[in-house]
């Protein structure tokens, strides 16, 4: 087991994760620019948030690449993705709080089962997966 799963070890997680997701790219920027000898000038203060976005983009277009390659390998079948209409699904996020409000917790998941007709979900919300079943939404109720 890799240790930073540990959870007595959350501090090291979320420091490896906080230099993986924001110092790694702006590293990388950087370098870069040094290697190429580009100056960005005035555009210094915009170039590394850029950065940090266009580097999480590649990473997720790398993990749905390698996902599919690896369930293709088993000869799984994909799990059917939510798609919303704002980046990131949250706007599904959005229905998700305000139904859990007003209705019990696991409802909004039977209305999604009901609208895609399936019986295991991907929400991906933020571009994280997060599956969800029928058996875990009955089993819960």
């Not at 996902?67 to 390998?73: D, G, N, P, V």
């Amino acid at each position: 087991p890799k240790m930073w799963l540990n959870p007595k070890r959350y501090r090291t997680r979320l420091l490896i994760d906080v230099l993986r997701i924001f110092v790694l790219p702006c590293v990388l920027l950087k370098e870069a620019c040094r290697l190429y000898d580009v100056k960005l000038g005035y555009f210094t203060i915009a170039a590394f948030p850029a950065a940090i976005i266009f580097w999480g983009f590649l990473n997720n277009i790398w993990h749905d690449i390698s996902t599919t390659l690896e369930a293709k390998r088993m000869g799984a079948k994909p799990i059917k993705r939510i798609r919303g209409k704002w980046p990131g699904n949250i706007d599904v996020l959005f229905r998700m709080m305000k139904a859990f409000k007003t209705a019990y917790i696991m409802d909004v998941y039977l209305e999604l089962f009901q609208e895609y007709q399936c019986t295991t979900l991907n929400t991906r919300i933020l571009w994280v997966d997060q599956v969800c079943s029928t058996f875990l939404v009955v089993s819960l109720l």
